[in-house]
């Protein structure tokens, strides 16, 4: 748990929860401290032991401990971005997200659009941009149109996102996203339901979870909204069948598609009937309070259930 970006807190309660719900008769379990200054094992009483990253184990009373199997709880980087998890490759410790590839494909918003693009899967119209590149508003305008969304490319938890009804607002949208990332994409508004929907491997098997619906008080899903109580999560979304299943259906496809294994979530717009794809969490959060959570309560999985599969299809990989 932990991490080195914006989303660092929200990583360690998601980690904490994990470490709470764990079978303590079936696991010996640690909480680990990924952070940009140290990794160590924190105990109990907040005795801090640091990580040997030779082989990533701690020594305690002089005898040396070694995982089986690593619980990524890491939202950003570097659990989310696949880069902590080619290091646990190259040592040979088994981890619950997908390979590191995909993870990393995955975080980077532009490249994963651009293969479920490829697929067929709709999405918004987007603009990408590096710093340092001219920024021409009228060009941006006439491509994606207004209202629009700015967005940093490599982030999450909503950090870094704005919603631009104008030119000005635009290049301000844009100063904002290059302080989490120096890749950002400007995308169309779409118009219609918001919904997010958790794909993850139980049992052996994929299984979509049921559809979360998004009504926010702010103007879009921010951090706020996410984290402070601003918005309305409900579960099971309020859609007809139809929609119910074209949503699972496409959610299913893109999880397969992109490779996936372990948790995810993704976020849809639901325009006139058309599933939109907008991102994929592959490290969502685990709080009791988020959303795939819920979306597993709904489905009777209790969160001790959901984690201990996560730790056995880790452990089942070859």
Known sequence: MGGYSSEVHISLKSGNVVYQHLNKEKYNAYAIHILENKWVYVDADKNEFPIDKNDFSITINNEK????????????????DG???????????????????????????RDCLSVVKHYGIPTATSVYLNHGDTIDTTKIIDKVGLPCFIKPNNAGS?????????????LSGIEKAYQEDSEILIESFLDGTEVSVGVIEYNGEVKVLPITEIV???????????????????????????????????????????????????????????????????????????????????????????FESAIEAALSNS
Do not use: W
């Open 158 to 170: 909503s950090f870094g996102i704005s919603k631009a009804y104008n030119a000005s607002e635009i």
């Open 65 to 80: 401990i070694v995982f089986d199997c690593v619980f990524n709880a890491i939202h950003g980087t570097p659990g989310e």
């Open 83 to 109: 880069k902590i998890l080619a290091y646990f490759d190259l040592i040979g410790i088994k981890h619950t997200s997908a390979p590191f590839y995909q993870m990393a494909l995955t975080f980077n918003k």
């Open 216 to 306: 926010t008080e702010n103007d879009f899903f921010d951090y706020e909204a996410k984290y402070e109580g601003k918005s309305q999560e409900i579960t099971p979304a309020r859609l007809s069948k139809s929609d119910e299943e074209k949503v699972k259906n496409i959610a299913k496809k893109v999880y397969t598609i992109l490779g996936m294994s372990g948790f995810s979530r993704s976020e849809y717009i639901l325009v006139n009937g058309k599933p939109h794809f907008l991102e994929m969490n592959t490290v969502p959060g685990l709080t009791e309070e988020s959303l795939l959570p819920q979306q597993a309560n709904q489905a009777n999985i209790s969160l001790a259930a959901l």
